[in-house]
């Protein structure tokens, strides 16, 4: 009798583990194919827009490319890391998009406008990719530029008496009509940019 | 009935629970963990209150609970990382890859958050100790 008792309640052991065992993977609702891999602003807002000279030599502003999805990112032409990274992604995110790249277009704006030139930016964002367009300013400028997007940076002085900037280094993604959509963390592979580009071109 | 076989049958519904935490998938209706920045959250900060109204600590669990959803219901913008949420907008930030992230927020007194992205609980002692953080509520 006890022993029939014993197997009795092993029976509701087993079945767990069994099942368990059959299906152990999480269940959780699957993300939507439509789903960005950046961060996501909702409700969409207006981008803030920017006042600027660009490195092609006209003024910057987000309304000259509505129409076009656009990829804005602050940095500096004598960064030794973290923008030669970002540039080198999004060149490759342009790419992997074929002709669809026509309506991507790069915005960089730099956080150094005491070294960082029209012509100094050009020739930088030109060894990434000759479309990419630079933005520069004086100081005052390009503070409220960084400011409007919440944008930090901070001068560290070497013993030498040269410096670098420490800055943010997330990538703003501004749709066709000048919403800004989504925010895509530093780091993030060319293949997550592409993903995320061909939802934000059609839609 | 024999003491061990007594002892057998009290134990075999922890054996259970046990195997059930263990092996048992791990069912969540969304992937989104929601932290809310309560209305008045700027007032209090100028007022000089510094009670955290978010955790300075958000543990995440890939394929589980992996998507980070801040909602700003304060009637002022506030800064996560390098996003500024205006009044009554959300960010949503899925992640990929197990981590640890710090992100500057102005939401919490001592101005930063961090989100640790731990990986998916494949085996079972990574499943007991998701369900343990869960029911400790941690």
């Given amino acids: ?203 | 009935m024999s003491k061990r076989r007594r002892w057998l049958l009290a134990a075999l519904p922890a054996l259970a629970l046990l195997a059930w935490a263990g092996f048992a998938p791990i069912e969540v209706p969304s992937r989104d963990a929601l932290f809310e920045i309560p209305n008045g959250t700027y007032a209090r900060r100028r007022a000089g209150d510094l009670v955290d109204i978010l955790p300075s600590k958000i543990t995440l669990t890939l394929g589980v609970d992996d998507v980070l959803l801040l909602r700003n219901l304060d009637d002022v913008p506030q800064q996560f990382g390098p996003t500024i949420l205006m009044p009554g907008q959300s960010f949503r930030l899925p992640f990929e890859v197990a981590s640890e992230n710090r992100f500057d927020c102005t939401a919490h007194s001592s101005g930063q958050m961090i989100v640790v992205v731990e990986p998916e609980p494949v085996w079972p002692w990574q499943k007991m100790r998701w369900r343990a953080r869960r029911w400790l509520g941690s």
């Fill in chain 1, 1 to 203: 009798m006890n022993r029939m008792l014993v197997r009795l309640a092993l029976v509701p052991l087993c079945f767990c583990a069994s099942a368990a065992l059959a299906a152990s993977d999480p269940v959780t609702p699957a993300q939507p194919a439509t789903a960005l891999k950046a961060g996501v602003l909702s409700p969409a807002m207006p981008a803030p827009e920017l006042a600027l000279a660009a490195t092609d030599g006209k003024p910057l502003s987000l309304a000259r490319f509505r129409g076009k999805v656009v990829l804005l990112a602050f940095g500096f032409s004598n960064c030794g890391e973290v923008c030669p990274i970002t540039l080198t992604t999004l060149a490759g995110a342009r790419k992997k998009l074929g002709p669809e790249a026509g309506d991507v277009q790069v915005v960089y704006i730099t956080v150094d406008p005491e070294r960082d030139s029209a012509a100094q930016m050009k020739k930088f964002l030109g060894a990434f990719d000759p479309s990419f367009v630079g933005g520069v300013g004086s100081r005052a400028e390009i503070d409220a530029a960084q400011k409007s997007y919440g944008i930090s940076s901070n001068k560290i002085t070497y013993a030498n008496g040269g410096y670098t900037i420490g800055h943010s280094s997330s990538i703003y993604m501004i749709d066709r009509a000048g919403r800004l959509r989504a925010v895509m963390p530093y780091g993030r592979s060319s293949d997550d940019f592409a993903h995320d580009l061909k939802i934000l071109l059609r839609s």
